[in-house]
């Protein structure tokens, strides 16, 4: 884990970075989908999920996908609202 504050500012930027499907991997990923749920759901193999998921974690700079989701977590509503077409946090029926 992060033993600095957040820096929303900073994770804003590197979300930028990602591209479409990076994002979406991600906000699966904040939503708790396992790695066979997002494939499925994306129409993608397991294999490609686990790809994105290391390419978001590099280019976000973070160590585990739960390092992930504690940084979008970390924003708050304000980042949320920031960020509204990139994370969709609404379940899915």
Do not use: W
Request: glycine share 6%; aromatic share 4%.
């Amino acid at each position: 884990m992060r033993k600095h504050p957040v820096n929303v500012d900073k994770i804003r930027n590197e979300l930028k970075t990602l591209t479409p499907r990076e994002q979406e991997v991600l906000n699966q990923v904040v939503l708790g989908r396992l790695n066979k749920e997002i494939a499925s759901e994306l129409g993608i193999t397991i294999r490609t999920v686990k790809e994105h998921c290391g390419r978001v974690m590099e280019k976000m700079e973070g160590n585990s996908l739960a390092e992930l989701v504690n940084m979008i977590v970390a924003g708050g509503d304000k980042y949320l609202r920031e960020f509204p077409e990139q994370f969709n946090l609404k379940e899915k029926k």
